[in-house]
């Protein structure tokens, strides 16, 4: 065994990239395994600020990066992230892709824009990057996989069968596109793609039996969860640990560690219910300490306190055996923090996220008041260095959510993180 995974357990935007930069370090292989460029991953890396939205943030450690099956594969956004990482002299040529994953082509992200259009205020909030409708293709058994992409002969075969299905369901298409238009742009993009391409589920396991160090990458955060997720206010894949043997293509008994990584306090993009988001101006101090803005799409975040609820239910999908509590400082200089230990929902506490949008929507949060911290520890190097209020804010969550606090984080640098438990592969 020599799987470790890292997986966003809130809404996603908890700070992944950091940790999985953290841990590629040691690892020899780096996958992606869910979602596409939906996904927004901001790595400090030599002095440099890179913001990638597609490619594993393993890409700068110089070590194998896989694309797994379960993603969502858009080739004009891959072929641009890849020159985006050659500009800055980063090299993509360990880059493998799964022949199995499926292929974002531009109607896909017309028909997100006229979904969200259609639901009109019920919107999912997407990030319009044609991800719902490619996963709707592949369950419908009309996706095209890679593998008929970068064959061209099969690729303009597969989009005759499936274009005019879907102009038949959204004639607007017909306005914007045909199968000729796409085809003579996307095959280009197939020919710079297709040395890339291979059976990413075979090469894994190849490493897996050989011992190799393999780090799979969550992208999105658990509560976005197709299944466990805040449904419909989701995305359209399984972004948890629970996600990583369908879109790695491997087993499960190949994961040792899942490493969950949480905020100190929770943030929420898109539409969808939000148990304990503040609509005061604690929530706005928050978001501006925080920088709470979308790396993909720009858009404010929404915030709120520490919800053990959500972090609960993710550690059960994802069976996560340690957390990554990041942003530990922007909750320095309240006087008081609250953390939501439950719901109540008609008079009876519950500890599990009902399954409708509308009962999450009714639950009221059950909050202890913890004393906070006046103290900036942005340059603590250890937990005994942390304010002892701060200290005991760590070892509550560590109770409600019954998972310890393996690493936190006091900045956006690197050596501002301190680990407590070294992650062994
Ligand atoms: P989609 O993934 O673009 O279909 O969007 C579905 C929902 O997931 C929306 O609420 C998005 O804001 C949210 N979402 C998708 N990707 C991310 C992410 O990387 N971070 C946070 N939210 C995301």
Redesign the pocket.
Same mark, same amino acid.
């Given at each position: 065994m020599a799987g470790v995974v890292v997986v966003g357990s809130m809404?996603?935007?908890e700070g992944k990239g950091k940790v999985t930069d953290y841990l590629a370090q040691k690892a020899d292989a780096v996958v992606r395994y869910a =979602?596409g460029n939906?996904? %927004?991953h901001t790595i400090v890396y030599d002095g440099k600020k890179f913001a990638l939205k597609l490619i594993p943030s393993g890409i700068f450690s110089g070590h194998e990066v896989i694309m797994g099956n379960g993603m969502v594969v858009n080739p004009k956004a891959f072929l641009e992230e890849v020159r985006y990482l050659n500009d800055a002299g980063i090299d993509t040529s360990r880059i493998k892709v799964s022949d199995r994953c499926h292929v974002i082509l531009p109607y896909h992200l017309e028909i997100d824009a006229i979904q969200e259009k259609r639901k009109g205020d019920k919107n /999912? %909030?997407?990030?319009?990057?044609g /991800?719902?409708p490619t996963y709707v293709d592949k369950y419908s058994r009309i996706g095209i996989r890679m593998g008929e992409f970068i064959d061209e002969e099969l690729f303009l075969e597969r989009l005759k069968e499936t274009f005019p299905m879907k102009v038949m369901e959204y004639p607007e298409l017909e306005e914007k596109y045909s199968v000729e238009s796409i085809f003579e742009e996307y095959k280009e993009y197939a020919k710079a793609i297709k040395p890339l391409v291979c059976d990413t589920g075979m090469l894994l396991d190849e490493y897996l039996q050989q011992d190799r160090k393999v780090l799979f990458e969550g992208?999105?955060?658990a509560m976005?969860d197709i299944d466990y997720g805040t449904y419909p206010?989701?995305?359209?894949s399984h972004p948890g640990a629970n996600g990583v043997c369908e879109g790695a293509g491997i087993g499960p008994l190949y994961i040792k560690e899942a490493i969950g990584i949480i905020k100190a306090y929770t943030t929420r993009? =898109?539409? %969808?219910p939000f148990p304990t988001e503040l609509f005061d101006e604690v929530g706005d101090l928050i978001r501006e300490r925080g920088h709470e803005y979308g790396t993909?799409t720009q858009r404010a975040r929404r915030t709120g306190w520490f919800d053990a609820v959500v972090v609960n239910q993710s550690r059960r999908m994802s069976s996560l055996t340690g957390i990554s509590l990041m942003l530990l400082d922007v909750l320095s200089g309240f006087e008081t923090i609250k953390i939501c230990k439950a719901y109540r929902l008609d008079g009876k506490e519950i500890y599990g996220l009902p399954s409708t949008v509308k009962d999450i929507e009714r639950v009221e949060p059950v909050y202890e008041e913890m004393p906070g911290w006046q103290e900036d520890i942005t340059h603590v190097q250890s937990f005994e260095e942390l304010p002892v209020h701060c200290q005991n804010y760590i070892r509550r969550i560590e109770e409600l959510i019954h998972c310890p606090v393996v690493m936190f984080s006091v900045g956006p640098d690197r050596n501002q993180t301190v680990v407590l438990k070294d992650i062994q592969f």
């Open positions: 809404w996603g935007d =979602g939906n996904a %927004g /999912i %909030g997407t990030t319009k990057k /991800i719902g992208a999105q955060g976005l206010f989701v995305t359209s993009v =898109g539409s %969808g993909v």
